[in-house]
């Protein structure tokens, strides 16, 4: 296996120096306004960071998603919020390893330089939620065009892109032998459709992640959006998935890094009863299991990343990779909360932000339950529950 640990120390520093540019101050006002990070993000595209993953031949750096993990992983455990823009690393996978020769010349490079922005994924819909084959969304052809009639939720950083990769039946669930066939993949030019036939609308939460509902109403694009096959949209939509769930494990494990450091560093500096907090082993332990259960679940992200970038089927522990990290962060979170008593839920410590914004990660891309039955359906052989 490559020694990669030079380039993972030149990576992390990098992207510390543009975090230390970007402190608690920033991602506080952003969050209170419920506005796009975009300075952050332009820093992080300067540096050809979010182009990680896109080979070089259409100028990117093409490195191995190991890597990616690396970047995402010191975003977070350097106090940004990759949430921001982490589809811009990852969601142009579907255009590589499925589109044409064409949309690939078209579309990468311009991704790669950030010019083009593809962090717009529309697959989620209000009444299928995740039974994805149940989707209502249907593009039906008219000639050398589509016409797409539909909507879709909790489509994140709609408002931030210029293309949306987005899944609709093509063919009626009724008429297809399988659930998973008849379902398409396109790439929309929302440049091209915002204002015609597609309209956004913002979705307020709890936290400050730009996503929202988006609903097509005679929305007319190409023939040439289609990628791939027609009717083959499923099986190009889960080929992204374990890099998805890596890619957010990672962020997971940042995020838990911090709240474990950030909650030792306190644990040693308060004093209370003439001694620090962190003497007391009330205080100590439940970092401690934190920072164990953080690195463990590292592992697994690891191994999941070796075996994606060997080729290997990694499903289950790319799946156990997102589960275990988006707990063990869950568990460091609340072990920090715990720790900084009255302070804990003061804005200006950044513990209550990331405290909400972590609880995100147990419930999307993918929820746990989903996790838990995929591990046990496929990698233990229990019966399908649904
Ligand atoms: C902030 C945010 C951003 C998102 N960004 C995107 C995006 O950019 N693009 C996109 O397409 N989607 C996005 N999503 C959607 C996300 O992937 C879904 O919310 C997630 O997959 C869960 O689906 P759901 O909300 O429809 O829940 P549901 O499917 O309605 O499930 C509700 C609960 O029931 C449980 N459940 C459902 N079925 C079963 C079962 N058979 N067995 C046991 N438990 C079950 C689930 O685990 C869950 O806890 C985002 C969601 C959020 C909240």
New binding site residues.
Partial sequence: MTDHSETIAQLRDTVKRVCDDFPGEYWRAKDREREYPTEFVQALTDLGLLAALIPEEYGGSGLPLSLGAEILKAIHEFGGNAGACH?QMYTMGTVLRHGSAEQKAQYLPGIARGELRLQ?????EPTA???TTSISTFAARKGDRYVVNGQ?V????ALQSDLMVLLARTTPKDQVKKRSEGLSVFLVDMRETVGKGMTIKPIR?M?N?S?NEVFFDNMEIPASSLIGEEGQGMRYILSGMNAERILVASECIGDGRWFTKKARDYACERKVFGRPIGQNQGIQFPIARAYAEVEAANLMVDHAAALYEAGKPCGTQANMAKMLGSEAAWNAANACMQTHGGFGVAEEYDIERKFREIR?YQ????????IL?YVAEHELGMPR??
Avoid at 120 to 124: K, M, P, R
Avoid at 363 to 370: D, G, K, Q, W, Y
Wanted: avoid cysteine.
């Fill in positions: 589809a717009a994924f529309g697959v989620t939620g995740t039974d879709k909790w489509t994140s950083r939460t936290i992640h996503t995100l419930i999307a891309p993918i929820s746990t339950n989903l039955s529950s649904y």
